[in-house]
T-cell receptor, first 110, second 113 residues
Framework: DAKTTQPNSMESNEEEPVHLPCNHS???????IHWYRQLPSQGPEYVIH???SNVNNRMASLAIAEDRKSSTLILHRATLRDAAVYYC???????????FGQGTTLQVKP | DTGVSQDPRHKITKRGQNVTFRCDPI?????LYWYRQTLGQGPEFLTY????????KSRLLSDRFSAERPKGSFSTLEIQRTEQGDSAMYLC???????????FGNGTRLTVT
């Protein structure tokens, strides 16, 4: 069963920043926090991951709370192509297995 | 990196027929995963392989489902005696090692009539 909780949906305006929250209430000390997104009619796409420190890459930034019970995916300037379902996942490096929840459906308005 | 390839993209079959899907992972990726996704839901884990060894099979997976990965390269997922409830998107993913992010294919959409 999915261990993370996310809002079902969020809206954003194009070219504005978007902050997607996630609660990791049962995360273990060795689990990484992974974010994936899924565009319509495509398979999920890896976005970013981290363990304790904030992370940046070309797609997004990941802010992780000090207690690791919450994280936030930050899209700095949303585009229409960012409209997708975003999943946050507690990723066990032991099993390497992703357990998906319902995710957050992000709508981007022009 | 040519990405994870799945074949066919779409499959329509009649109830009771057997179907087989193929997944070609990214070259040199040791891990290979199968997921199933129905409309409006997140992908559901089915099974995964480390090279040719099948490490885990979901308890939710019926005995009608079987997966293989001969020689640790491509994988096949077979569904015997299909039922309408098997209609879904079947996704394959691969990763270089257990701690690595997964790379997904675009799936095979199965419709059972």
């Amino acid at each position: 069963d999915a261990k993370t909780t996310q809002p079902n949906s969020m809206e954003s305006n194009e070219e504005e920043p978007v902050h997607l929250p996630c609660n990791h209430s049962t995360i273990s000390g060795t689990d990484y926090i992974h974010w994936y997104r899924q565009l319509p009619s495509q398979g999920p796409e890896y976005v970013i991951h981290g363990l304790t420190s904030n992370v940046n890459n070309r797609m997004a930034s990941l802010a992780i709370a000090e207690d690791r019970k919450s994280s936030t995916l930050i899209l700095h300037r949303a585009t229409l192509r960012d409209a997708a379902v975003y999943y946050c996942i507690d990723f066990s490096s032991n099993t390497g297995k992703l357990i998906f929840g319902q995710g957050t459906t992000l709508q981007v308005k022009p | 990196d040519t990405g994870v390839s799945q074949d066919p993209r779409h499959k329509i079959t009649k109830r009771g027929q057997n179907v087989t899907f193929r997944c070609d992972p990214i070259s040199e990726h040791n891990r290979l995963y199968w997921y199933r996704q129905t409309l409006g839901q997140g992908p559901e884990f089915l099974t995964y392989f480390q090279n040719e060894a099948q490490l885990e099979k979901s308890r939710l997976l019926s005995d009608r489902f079987s997966a293989e990965r001969p020689k640790g390269s491509f994988s096949t997922l077979e569904i015997q005696r299909t039922e309408q409830g098997d209609s879904a998107m079947y996704l394959c993913a691969s990763s270089l090692m257990p701690a690595s992010p997964l790379h997904f294919g675009n799936g095979t959409r199965l419709t059972v009539t």
